[in-house]
Structures are given as structure tokens and as C-alpha cells.
T-cell receptor
Framework: AQSVTQLGSHVSVSEGALVLLRCNYS??????LFWYVQYPNQGLQLLLK??????LVKGINGFEAEFKKSETSFHLTKPSAHMSDAAEYFC????????????FGTGTRLQVTL | EPEVTQTPSHQVTQMGQEVILRCVPI?????FYWYRQILGQKVEFLVS????????KSEIFDDQFSVERPDGSNFTLKIRSTKLEDSAMYFC??????????FGQGTRLTVV
């Protein structure tokens, strides 16, 4: 069985500040890990994914995440927050490498203030 | 950019009624999925569909649920007799041969 835990249901940062959204996973097999973003009234959009290649994964909109097996973590970062980054972010894991049976975290709502 | 389209965006139905949620996946995709998110809870996997049959399903996907690809473009989720606890946002997704799933904007189902 696999699961992900997202620490912090709400995170608030100032525009220009570092964004750090935390995700820890639990998996009995090598996991495939994903970060999705959901803007208001929109669907889930893939930000980036880890599929056992490079441990530092770069995604869209300047986001990146690092897979750390020793810490069972896959935290999402962005060096400088922009107002348009305000959204809900979901970490997800699957054992298959496809979009089947994705297990999602509870989500972190990112607020960006002036 | 191609996208997954879901209709309607919001559906209200009475308990015990049948509902059909519709999705148009991206045209050259082969894998199709339904997920749901009850308000305030996690997004949960319901079912995956490939080659005109269910390939995986969760324990949530019981006999009340069914999926169909009635023609070459639509992918539907039917709930036979809705319950209050079926109220949720339902997301359709599709993928090609890679690992990236494209999600629709969701259908909010409200059962009253």
C-alpha cells in the first residue's frame, strides 16, 4: 500500500519569497511521485513527476521537487513566489507509473501575499 | 493545447435517481480514469479503463457505478441510484502511453 502525507493544509508566503510545500510518502515498492496544482474552478494540472530517473525534477512554472529516499520525501519548491501561484497543490503517488490508482494527499492551499 | 472536457460542470439530482457524468478525453489517448473528491477530503481513485474494459477499480467503485465508452470520443460514469454520500467533485482524466494524466475541470455532483 502507498500513501502520501502533506504537512500543512495552508501555507502563506510573500510574493518573491521561497515556496516550500512538504510531501512525505510511504510505499512498499519504488514509488512514482507527482505534484498536481488546482487553480480555482479548474481541473488538476500536472506540475512535475518523479519516475526513478533524476532525483531533482524540474516542472512547469519554475517549480521543482527533490526525491529523497532516505527521508521518504518529495517536497515542492519554487525560489520566488508569484501571485499567480496561489492555488491548491496535491502530492500523489502510484506504484504503476501510470495515472491509474493515484493516491493523493489532502492538499496544501498556497496563499501569496503582497 | 488539447484538454479533457467534462459536462455538466454542476449537476443536482435527487437521491435515488440515476446520473450520467460525461467526459471527452483527449483524442489520441488510450487510458481513461475517474476520480472523485468529496468536499474537504482527498482526491480518490475510482476506476481506470483501457481497451474497452475496466483495468482497475477501487473498493469505492461498487455495483452502483459503471463506466462506458459509448462511441469513439465520450467516456461516461453512471451512478445507478444516487445516495447523499455520492455528492462530490468527479474528475475524468486520460493519458497516452506515458505517465502523465490530463484531468478535466470536474463535475460537481450534489445529491439532495
Amino acid at each position: 500500500a502507498q500513501s502520501v502525507t502533506q504537512l500543512g493544509s495552508h501555507v502563506s508566503v510573500s510574493e518573491g519569497a521561497l515556496v516550500l510545500l512538504r510531501c512525505n510518502y510511504s510505499s512498499s515498492v519504488p514509488p512514482y511521485l507527482f505534484w498536481y496544482v488546482q487553480y480555482p474552478n479548474q481541473g488538476l494540472q500536472l506540475l512535475l513527476k518523479y519516475t526513478s530517473a533524476a532525483t531533482l525534477v524540474k516542472g512547469i512554472n519554475g517549480f521543482e521537487a527533490e526525491f529523497k529516499k532516505s527521508e521518504t520525501s518529495f517536497h515542492l519548491t519554487k525560489p520566488s513566489a508569484h501571485m499567480s501561484d496561489a492555488a491548491e497543490y496535491f502530492c500523489a503517488v502510484t506504484r504503476t507509473g501510470t495515472a491509474s490508482k493515484l493516491t493523493f494527499g489532502t492538499g496544501t492551499r498556497l496563499q501569496v501575499t503582497l | 493545447e488539447p484538454e479533457v472536457t467534462q459536462t455538466p460542470s454542476h449537476q443536482v439530482t435527487q437521491m435515488g435517481q440515476e446520473v450520467i457524468l460525461r467526459c471527452v478525453p483527449i483524442s489520441n489517448h488510450l487510458y481513461f480514469y475517474w476520480y472523485r473528491q468529496i468536499l474537504g477530503q482527498k482526491v480518490e481513485f475510482l476506476v481506470s479503463f483501457y481497451n474497452n474494459e475496466i483495468s482497475e477499480k477501487s473498493e469505492i467503485f461498487d455495483d452502483q457505478f459503471s463506466v462506458e465508452r459509448p462511441d469513439g470520443s465520450n467516456f461516461t460514469l453512471k451512478i445507478r441510484s444516487t445516495k447523499l454520500e455520492d455528492s462530490a467533485m468527479y474528475f475524468c482524466a486520460s493519458s497516452g502511453t506515458g505517465t502523465q494524466a490530463f484531468f478535466g475541470q470536474g463535475t460537481r455532483l450534489t445529491v439532495v
